[in-house]
Protein backbone atom coordinates (compact mmCIF):
# COMPACT_ATOMS: atom_id res chain seq x y z
CA UNK A 1 0.00 0.00 0.00
CA UNK A 2 2.93 2.62 0.67
CA UNK A 3 4.32 1.69 -2.24
CA UNK A 4 1.34 2.51 -4.67
CA UNK A 5 1.13 5.75 -2.49
CA UNK A 6 4.63 6.62 -3.24
CA UNK A 7 3.60 6.25 -6.58
CA UNK A 8 1.42 8.31 -6.55
CA UNK A 9 2.60 11.47 -4.58
CA UNK A 10 6.66 11.52 -5.10
CA UNK A 11 8.65 12.22 -1.65
CA UNK A 12 11.71 14.00 -1.18
CA UNK A 13 14.35 14.09 1.78
CA UNK A 14 13.43 16.17 4.48
CA UNK A 15 16.39 18.00 4.06
CA UNK A 16 16.16 18.37 0.76
CA UNK A 17 12.13 19.74 1.46
CA UNK A 18 12.29 23.40 1.73
CA UNK A 19 15.01 23.89 -0.70
CA UNK A 20 12.84 22.85 -3.26
CA UNK A 21 9.69 24.23 -1.94
CA UNK A 22 11.87 27.09 -2.35
CA UNK A 23 13.66 26.27 -5.89
CA UNK A 24 9.71 25.59 -7.37
CA UNK A 25 7.61 28.54 -5.95
CA UNK A 26 10.93 30.76 -7.29
CA UNK A 27 10.39 29.54 -10.65
CA UNK A 28 6.35 28.87 -10.54
CA UNK A 29 5.91 33.01 -10.00
CA UNK A 30 8.80 33.45 -13.36
CA UNK A 31 6.28 31.80 -15.27
CA UNK A 32 3.29 33.07 -14.07
CA UNK A 33 4.21 36.28 -14.88
CA UNK A 34 5.20 34.78 -18.54
CA UNK A 35 1.56 33.56 -18.46
CA UNK A 36 -0.05 36.91 -17.25
CA UNK A 37 1.69 39.00 -19.77
CA UNK A 38 0.86 36.28 -22.44
CA UNK A 39 -3.17 35.89 -21.44
CA UNK A 40 -3.19 39.93 -21.38
CA UNK A 41 -1.65 40.16 -24.92
CA UNK A 42 -3.54 37.55 -26.44
CA UNK A 43 -7.01 37.98 -25.17
CA UNK A 44 -6.71 41.80 -26.03
CA UNK A 45 -5.88 41.24 -29.27
CA UNK A 46 -8.51 38.76 -29.59
CA UNK A 47 -11.23 41.37 -28.50
CA UNK A 48 -9.67 44.06 -30.61
CA UNK A 49 -9.54 42.27 -33.92
CA UNK A 50 -12.49 39.42 -33.43
CA UNK A 51 -15.05 41.17 -31.53
CA UNK A 52 -17.99 40.36 -34.35
CA UNK A 53 -16.90 37.19 -33.83
CA UNK A 54 -17.31 36.22 -30.00
CA UNK A 55 -20.43 34.50 -29.42
CA UNK A 56 -21.31 36.07 -25.94
CA UNK A 57 -17.96 35.62 -24.47
CA UNK A 58 -17.03 39.51 -24.79
CA UNK A 59 -17.52 39.88 -20.54
CA UNK A 60 -15.14 36.50 -19.65
CA UNK A 61 -12.40 37.90 -21.87
CA UNK A 62 -12.69 41.31 -20.23
CA UNK A 63 -13.04 40.00 -16.81
CA UNK A 64 -9.57 37.61 -17.73
CA UNK A 65 -7.68 41.10 -18.80
CA UNK A 66 -8.55 42.56 -15.95
CA UNK A 67 -8.09 39.48 -13.55
CA UNK A 68 -4.17 39.09 -14.90
CA UNK A 69 -3.45 42.77 -14.81
CA UNK A 70 -4.46 42.31 -11.01
CA UNK A 71 -2.58 39.12 -10.68
CA UNK A 72 0.66 40.52 -12.68
CA UNK A 73 1.82 43.21 -10.03
CA UNK A 74 1.49 40.93 -7.69
CA UNK A 75 3.91 38.21 -9.11
CA UNK A 76 6.51 40.79 -9.61
CA UNK A 77 6.47 41.80 -5.86
CA UNK A 78 6.02 38.35 -4.73
CA UNK A 79 9.00 37.17 -6.52
CA UNK A 80 11.32 39.63 -5.42
CA UNK A 81 10.63 39.30 -1.78
CA UNK A 82 12.72 36.54 -0.04
CA UNK A 83 12.18 32.91 -1.05
CA UNK A 84 11.79 32.07 3.03
CA UNK A 85 8.87 34.71 3.34
CA UNK A 86 5.24 34.71 2.92
CA UNK A 87 5.86 31.28 1.83
CA UNK A 88 2.22 30.15 2.78
CA UNK A 89 0.86 33.31 0.95
CA UNK A 90 2.60 32.54 -2.30
CA UNK A 91 1.84 29.28 -2.43
CA UNK A 92 -2.12 30.61 -1.83
CA UNK A 93 -1.59 32.87 -4.80
CA UNK A 94 -0.27 30.68 -7.33
CA UNK A 95 -3.32 28.24 -6.46
CA UNK A 96 -5.77 30.89 -6.57
CA UNK A 97 -4.43 31.66 -10.07
CA UNK A 98 -4.44 28.34 -11.72
CA UNK A 99 -7.34 28.11 -9.98
CA UNK A 100 -8.81 30.71 -11.92
CA UNK A 101 -7.20 30.35 -15.29
CA UNK A 102 -9.38 27.05 -15.20
CA UNK A 103 -12.46 27.76 -14.20
CA UNK A 104 -11.98 30.96 -17.47
CA UNK A 105 -10.81 27.73 -19.32
CA UNK A 106 -14.14 26.26 -18.33
CA UNK A 107 -16.21 29.32 -19.07
CA UNK A 108 -14.95 29.97 -22.77
CA UNK A 109 -15.79 26.52 -23.30
CA UNK A 110 -19.65 26.24 -21.76
CA UNK A 111 -20.73 29.82 -22.64
CA UNK A 112 -20.04 29.12 -26.79
CA UNK A 113 -21.84 25.24 -26.69
CA UNK A 114 -25.23 26.55 -28.55
CA UNK A 115 -23.12 27.16 -31.37
CA UNK A 116 -19.50 24.80 -30.59
CA UNK A 117 -19.99 21.06 -29.17
CA UNK A 118 -16.50 21.07 -28.27
CA UNK A 119 -14.58 22.07 -24.41
CA UNK A 120 -10.83 22.85 -26.03
CA UNK A 121 -10.33 25.99 -24.41
CA UNK A 122 -10.84 24.34 -20.88
CA UNK A 123 -8.42 21.35 -22.00
CA UNK A 124 -6.16 23.59 -23.06
CA UNK A 125 -5.59 24.94 -19.95
CA UNK A 126 -5.68 22.14 -18.12
CA UNK A 127 -2.70 20.70 -19.66
CA UNK A 128 -1.16 24.09 -19.86
CA UNK A 129 -1.02 24.33 -15.73
CA UNK A 130 -0.33 20.47 -15.62
CA UNK A 131 3.03 21.30 -17.90
CA UNK A 132 3.68 24.33 -16.74
CA UNK A 133 3.33 25.43 -13.28
CA UNK A 134 4.56 23.13 -10.57
CA UNK A 135 1.78 22.77 -7.80
CA UNK A 136 1.33 19.35 -5.60
CA UNK A 137 -0.49 16.21 -7.21
CA UNK A 138 -2.90 16.35 -3.76
CA UNK A 139 -3.28 20.08 -4.56
CA UNK A 140 -4.16 20.03 -8.44
CA UNK A 141 -6.01 16.88 -8.06
CA UNK A 142 -8.54 19.98 -5.44
CA UNK A 143 -8.08 22.41 -8.37
CA UNK A 144 -9.15 20.30 -11.00
CA UNK A 145 -12.03 17.98 -9.07
CA UNK A 146 -13.32 21.61 -8.22
CA UNK A 147 -13.63 23.54 -11.82
CA UNK A 148 -14.75 19.79 -12.87
CA UNK A 149 -17.63 19.84 -10.73
CA UNK A 150 -18.53 23.15 -12.05
CA UNK A 151 -18.03 22.06 -15.49
CA UNK A 152 -20.48 19.32 -14.87
CA UNK A 153 -23.93 20.66 -13.46
CA UNK A 154 -23.13 23.99 -15.57
CA UNK A 155 -23.00 22.22 -18.96
CA UNK A 156 -26.75 21.77 -19.27
CA UNK A 157 -28.01 25.19 -19.24
CA UNK A 158 -25.59 26.07 -22.01
CA UNK A 159 -25.66 22.70 -24.21
CA UNK A 160 -29.43 21.81 -24.83
CA UNK A 161 -28.39 18.20 -26.50
CA UNK A 162 -28.56 15.53 -23.68
CA UNK A 163 -26.22 13.76 -25.56
CA UNK A 164 -23.90 15.86 -26.12
CA UNK A 165 -23.92 16.55 -22.31
CA UNK A 166 -23.04 13.50 -21.49
CA UNK A 167 -20.01 13.00 -24.24
CA UNK A 168 -18.51 16.44 -23.16
CA UNK A 169 -18.70 15.45 -19.22
CA UNK A 170 -16.86 11.58 -20.51
CA UNK A 171 -14.64 13.39 -22.13
CA UNK A 172 -13.78 16.31 -19.50
CA UNK A 173 -13.72 13.51 -16.93
CA UNK A 174 -11.08 11.64 -18.82
CA UNK A 175 -9.05 14.73 -19.60
CA UNK A 176 -8.71 15.86 -15.61
CA UNK A 177 -7.90 12.38 -15.09
CA UNK A 178 -5.00 12.75 -17.98
CA UNK A 179 -4.24 16.00 -17.13
CA UNK A 180 -3.59 15.31 -13.15
CA UNK A 181 -1.73 11.94 -14.40
CA UNK A 182 0.95 14.42 -16.34
CA UNK A 183 0.51 17.24 -13.31
CA UNK A 184 2.33 14.09 -11.54
CA UNK A 185 5.14 12.95 -13.83
CA UNK A 186 5.88 16.78 -14.38
CA UNK A 187 6.55 17.15 -10.59
CA UNK A 188 8.32 13.90 -10.10
CA UNK A 189 10.44 14.76 -13.32
CA UNK A 190 11.19 17.65 -11.55
CA UNK A 191 12.01 16.32 -8.26
CA UNK A 192 14.33 13.82 -9.90
CA UNK A 193 16.34 16.29 -11.80
CA UNK A 194 16.42 18.31 -8.92
CA UNK A 195 18.09 15.17 -6.82
CA UNK A 196 20.65 14.35 -9.49
CA UNK A 197 21.71 18.49 -8.96
CA UNK A 198 22.26 17.74 -4.90
CA UNK A 199 23.96 14.23 -5.50
CA UNK A 200 26.58 16.17 -8.08
CA UNK A 201 26.79 19.36 -6.13
CA UNK A 202 27.75 16.65 -2.94
CA UNK A 203 30.21 14.62 -4.89
CA UNK A 204 32.18 17.72 -5.80
CA UNK A 205 32.04 19.38 -2.44
CA UNK A 206 33.22 15.66 -1.26
CA UNK A 207 35.83 16.04 -4.04
CA UNK A 208 37.15 19.63 -3.68
CA UNK A 209 36.95 18.56 0.35
CA UNK A 210 39.04 15.42 -0.60
CA UNK A 211 41.86 17.84 -2.64
CA UNK A 212 43.02 20.00 0.40
CA UNK A 213 42.31 17.61 3.70
CA UNK A 214 44.69 14.36 4.74
CA UNK A 215 42.58 11.32 3.80
CA UNK A 216 43.89 9.94 7.23
CA UNK A 217 43.18 12.26 9.65
CA UNK A 218 41.02 14.53 7.42
CA UNK A 219 42.62 17.91 8.87
CA UNK A 220 44.19 20.24 6.39
CA UNK A 221 47.13 18.40 3.38
CA UNK A 222 50.43 20.19 3.08
CA UNK A 223 49.84 22.13 0.15
CA UNK A 224 47.05 23.13 1.37
CA UNK A 225 48.07 24.52 4.84
CA UNK A 226 50.73 26.54 3.37
CA UNK A 227 47.82 28.24 0.88
CA UNK A 228 46.09 29.05 3.64
CA UNK A 229 49.32 30.00 5.71
CA UNK A 230 50.09 32.45 2.78
CA UNK A 231 46.04 33.88 2.65
CA UNK A 232 46.82 34.25 6.65
CA UNK A 233 49.38 36.42 6.32
CA UNK A 234 48.06 38.87 3.28
CA UNK A 235 45.20 39.58 5.55
CA UNK A 236 47.06 40.19 8.70
CA UNK A 237 49.44 42.48 6.42
CA UNK A 238 46.23 44.61 5.46
CA UNK A 239 44.89 44.51 8.77
CA UNK A 240 47.53 45.11 10.74
CA UNK A 241 45.88 41.89 12.72
CA UNK A 242 48.09 39.66 14.90
CA UNK A 243 49.01 36.39 13.65
CA UNK A 244 50.57 33.13 15.23
CA UNK A 245 51.94 29.76 14.16
CA UNK A 246 52.77 26.26 16.05
CA UNK A 247 54.46 23.86 14.89
CA UNK A 248 54.26 20.40 16.39
CA UNK A 249 55.96 17.07 16.15
CA UNK A 250 55.10 13.71 18.15
CA UNK A 251 58.15 12.87 19.99
CA UNK A 252 59.73 9.59 19.57
CA UNK A 253 57.76 8.88 16.33
CA UNK A 254 59.86 6.59 14.52
CA UNK A 255 60.77 4.35 17.60
CA UNK A 256 56.93 3.78 17.98
CA UNK A 257 56.41 2.42 14.27
CA UNK A 258 59.24 0.29 14.85
CA UNK A 259 58.26 -0.98 17.65
CA UNK A 260 54.48 -1.16 17.20
CA UNK A 261 54.51 -1.40 13.56
CA UNK A 262 52.92 1.26 10.97
CA UNK A 263 49.33 0.74 12.12
CA UNK A 264 49.76 1.62 15.54
CA UNK A 265 51.44 4.47 14.47
CA UNK A 266 48.83 5.21 12.50
CA UNK A 267 46.30 4.98 15.14
CA UNK A 268 48.30 7.69 17.10
CA UNK A 269 48.47 10.07 14.45
CA UNK A 270 44.90 9.65 14.30
CA UNK A 271 44.46 10.44 18.06
CA UNK A 272 46.37 12.97 18.14
CA UNK A 273 44.68 14.94 15.55
CA UNK A 274 41.48 14.43 17.36
CA UNK A 275 43.17 16.34 20.40
CA UNK A 276 44.22 19.13 18.40
CA UNK A 277 40.58 19.63 16.96
CA UNK A 278 39.06 19.17 20.63
CA UNK A 279 41.68 21.68 22.13
CA UNK A 280 41.96 24.28 19.39
CA UNK A 281 39.47 26.90 18.79
CA UNK A 282 37.12 26.88 16.26
CA UNK A 283 38.81 29.78 14.45
CA UNK A 284 42.14 27.77 14.40
CA UNK A 285 43.39 26.09 11.06
CA UNK A 286 44.53 22.65 11.51
CA UNK A 287 46.81 21.02 9.43
CA UNK A 288 49.26 17.92 8.79
CA UNK A 289 51.83 19.29 7.30
CA UNK A 290 54.16 15.85 6.92
CA UNK A 291 54.33 12.67 8.21
CA UNK A 292 54.05 13.14 12.13
CA UNK A 293 53.86 17.00 12.14
CA UNK A 294 51.25 19.45 12.50
CA UNK A 295 50.97 22.98 11.86
CA UNK A 296 48.28 25.51 13.68
CA UNK A 297 47.12 28.66 11.97
CA UNK A 298 45.91 31.06 14.87
CA UNK A 299 44.49 34.16 13.41
CA UNK A 300 44.16 36.95 15.57
CA UNK A 301 46.42 35.54 17.96
CA UNK A 302 48.89 37.41 19.83
CA UNK A 303 52.03 35.07 20.58
CA UNK A 304 51.09 34.74 24.95
CA UNK A 305 48.12 32.94 23.54
CA UNK A 306 49.17 30.69 21.10
CA UNK A 307 51.68 29.89 23.97
CA UNK A 308 48.94 28.92 25.89
CA UNK A 309 46.91 26.88 23.09
CA UNK A 310 50.35 24.98 23.21
CA UNK A 311 50.38 24.44 27.03
CA UNK A 312 46.90 23.01 26.80
CA UNK A 313 48.01 20.93 23.80
CA UNK A 314 51.01 19.37 25.48
CA UNK A 315 49.72 18.54 28.49
CA UNK A 316 46.26 16.84 27.09
CA UNK A 317 48.63 14.33 25.07
CA UNK A 318 50.98 13.56 27.74
CA UNK A 319 47.79 12.15 29.94
CA UNK A 320 46.29 10.95 26.84
CA UNK A 321 45.98 7.36 27.05
CA UNK A 322 46.92 5.72 23.23
CA UNK A 323 47.16 2.56 24.61
CA UNK A 324 50.78 1.44 24.00
CA UNK A 325 51.71 0.64 27.70
CA UNK A 326 53.57 3.99 27.82
CA UNK A 327 52.95 8.42 27.60
CA UNK A 328 53.06 10.13 24.25
CA UNK A 329 54.46 13.85 24.47
CA UNK A 330 54.77 16.94 21.60
CA UNK A 331 57.35 19.01 20.96
CA UNK A 332 56.84 21.91 18.73
CA UNK A 333 57.79 25.63 18.01
CA UNK A 334 55.53 29.02 18.13
CA UNK A 335 56.09 32.36 16.19
CA UNK A 336 54.03 35.47 15.98
CA UNK A 337 54.41 36.93 12.64
CA UNK A 338 56.51 39.59 11.86
CA UNK A 339 56.24 40.68 8.11
CA UNK A 340 57.86 37.53 7.03
CA UNK A 341 56.96 35.38 3.81
CA UNK A 342 54.71 32.32 4.26
CA UNK A 343 58.48 30.38 3.88
CA UNK A 344 60.43 32.58 6.32
CA UNK A 345 57.34 31.77 8.89
CA UNK A 346 57.18 28.53 8.65
CA UNK A 347 61.25 27.94 8.79
CA UNK A 348 61.70 29.98 11.90
CA UNK A 349 59.01 28.14 13.31
CA UNK A 350 60.45 25.15 12.57
CA UNK A 351 63.82 26.22 14.19
CA UNK A 352 61.98 26.41 17.37
CA UNK A 353 60.67 23.10 17.38
CA UNK A 354 63.90 21.52 16.46
CA UNK A 355 65.17 23.48 19.53
CA UNK A 356 62.26 21.54 21.74
CA UNK A 357 63.14 18.57 20.70
CA UNK A 358 67.54 19.04 21.54
CA UNK A 359 66.28 20.53 24.65
CA UNK A 360 64.81 17.52 26.06
CA UNK A 361 61.05 17.39 24.22
CA UNK A 362 57.32 17.53 25.37
CA UNK A 363 57.87 21.39 25.18
CA UNK A 364 57.37 24.18 23.24
CA UNK A 365 59.45 26.72 22.58
CA UNK A 366 58.84 30.91 21.98
Request: proline share 2%.
Given at each position: MFKIIRNIVPFLPDKYKNEFANTVIRENFLKLIICAVFIIFLESAIFIFFKDRLFNIEKIIISIIILNLIFLPVFFY?????????????????????????????????????????????????????????????????IFSSVYVGFFFILPYYQLDSNAVVILRINAFGMNIFAWIFSRMVI????????????????????????????????????????????????????????????????????INDRFGHTTGDEIIIGFSQILLKTCRISDILGRYGGEEFIIILPNTLLKDAAAIAERIRATVESFDFRIGAPMTVSGGICEYKGESAEEFINKTDEKLYRAKAEGRNRFII
Open positions: LKKIPQESCHTAKKTIQTIYVLAMLVWGCAMSVVPQSRFGFINVYVMVLFAASAFILIKPVTYLFKMRMHSFLDKKTIEEKNLRLRDMAVRDSMTNLLNHDHSFKMLHDEIQEAADSGSALSLIMADIDHFKQ
